[in-house]
């Protein structure tokens, strides 16, 4: 019975590290992941605090859309900025 509650405090201490210190591209990978082998994507979702549809190809979470084109400044202001540097001796 001990072997039980020491794994069960390993396994919950695990998953909070997961949930805390991993980036979230890769819980999102984790719970795609798991989903493939039949878990249920949103528990792992809530459970990993990620988007459940990301990693799936849906398009829904924004990681697989283009980039917006940046926005150029229409003043008549010079092409080049200068930075002055003003030596202490």
């Not at 990993?48 to 400044?73: E, L, N, W």
């Amino acid at each position: 019975m001990q072997e039980v509650i020491v794994a069960l405090i390993v396994l919950f201490a695990v998953l909070q590290v997961c949930r805390k210190y991993l980036p979230a591209s890769l819980r999102q990978r984790m719970v795609y992941a798991l989903a493939k082998k039949g878990f249920d994507q949103e528990k792992l979702a809530k459970l990993f605090r990620t988007q459940s549809d990301c990693g799936s190809g849906c398009g829904s979470c924004g990681s697989c859309d283009t980039p917006a084109k940046p926005v150029v400044p229409t003043d008549a202001g010079p092409k080049q900025r200068v930075i002055t540097l003003h030596v202490q001796r």
